[in-house]
T-cell receptor, first 116, second 114 residues
Framework: AQTVTQSQPEMSVQEAETVTLSCTYD???????LFWYKQPPSRQMILVIR??????QNATENRFSVNFQKAAKSFSLKISDSQLGDTAMYFC?????????????FGKGTKLSVIP | DSGVTQTPKHLITATGQRVTLRCSPR?????VYWYQQSLDQGLQFLIH???????AKGNILERFSAQQFPDLHSELNLSSLELGDSALYFC?????????????FGPGTRLTVL
C-alpha cells in the first residue's frame, strides 16, 4: 500500500512571495504519477500539476512547479508570485498506474493562507 | 465547473437512516470514483466503477454500497448511518489517457448525520 505524508498542516505566505509545500510518499511501485490538488473554500478539487515518475524533468505549470526527488520519495510544490486566490488546502496525491484502476491516495493536506 | 454533477449538495439525516448520493459523470467518461473527505480520515478512496462494473474497492464500509447504471451515472448508498459517517463525499469521473487518467471531481455532497 502507498502512503502520502504532508508534514506541514498550515503555512502562510505574503502576497507576491514564493512558498514551498512538502510531500513525501512511500511505495514499492515503479510506475506511478504524483499530483498536487487545490481545494479552495468552495471545496471543489482542482488539479494543479502532475508528475510522471519515469520523467526526471520537474513539471511546471505557470507559477506552479514541483521538485521531484524519486530516490528520496519527495515531491514538493513551489508556488511563485503567490496570489490571494492561491489560498486553499493543497493535497499531494499518488496514483499507481497499470493496474486497471487509478485511484488516488491523498496526503492529509496543507492549509495555505496568502496574506495581503 | 468540472462537468461532473452531484446531488444533493447537502444532506442532513439521523443515525440509523439510509441515504443515496448521486453522481453524473462528464459526457463520455466511463469511470466513476467515489471518495470520502472527513476530519478524521482525510480524503480516502472508496470505490471505482468502470462502464457499469466494479473495478476496485478501497476503505469502503460494508454498510456502504455503490453501483453504476447503463447511462453511466452512479449512486453511493449509505445505510445504518453513524455520526462518524458525516463527511463530504466526492465523485470523480475520468477517461483513461494512456497509462493514467485525469479525474475530474464533482462539487461533493455534504452529509451530516445527527
Amino acid at each position: 500500500a502507498q502512503t502520502v505524508t504532508q508534514s506541514q498542516p498550515e503555512m502562510s505566505v505574503q502576497e507576491a512571495e514564493t512558498v514551498t509545500l512538502s510531500c513525501t510518499y512511500d511505495t514499492s511501485e515503479n510506475n506511478y504519477y504524483l499530483f498536487w490538488y487545490k481545494q479552495p473554500p468552495s471545496r471543489q478539487m482542482i488539479l494543479v500539476i502532475r508528475q510522471e515518475a519515469y520523467k526526471q524533468q520537474n513539471a511546471t505549470e505557470n507559477r506552479f512547479s514541483v521538485n521531484f526527488q524519486k530516490a528520496a520519495k519527495s515531491f514538493s510544490l513551489k508556488i511563485s508570485d503567490s496570489q490571494l486566490g492561491d489560498t486553499a488546502m493543497y493535497f499531494c496525491a499518488f496514483m499507481k498506474t497499470g493496474a486497471g484502476s487509478y485511484q488516488l491516495t491523498f496526503g492529509k493536506g496543507t492549509k495555505l493562507s496568502v496574506i495581503p | 465547473d468540472s462537468g461532473v454533477t452531484q446531488t444533493p449538495k447537502h444532506l442532513i439525516t439521523a443515525t440509523g437512516q439510509r441515504v443515496t448520493l448521486r453522481c453524473s459523470p462528464r459526457s463520455g467518461d466511463l469511470s466513476v470514483y467515489w471518495y470520502q473527505q472527513s476530519l478524521d480520515q482525510g480524503l480516502q478512496f472508496l470505490i471505482h466503477y468502470y462502464n457499469g462494473e466494479e473495478r476496485a474497492k478501497g476503505n469502503i464500509l460494508e454498510r456502504f454500497s455503490a453501483q453504476q447504471f447503463p447511462d453511466l451515472h452512479s449512486e453511493l448508498n449509505l445505510s445504518s448511518l453513524e455520526l462518524g459517517d458525516s463527511a463530504l463525499y466526492f465523485c470523480a469521473s475520468s477517461v483513461v489517457s494512456g497509462s493514467w487518467d485525469e479525474q475530474f471531481f464533482g462539487p461533493g455532497t455534504r452529509l451530516t448525520v445527527l
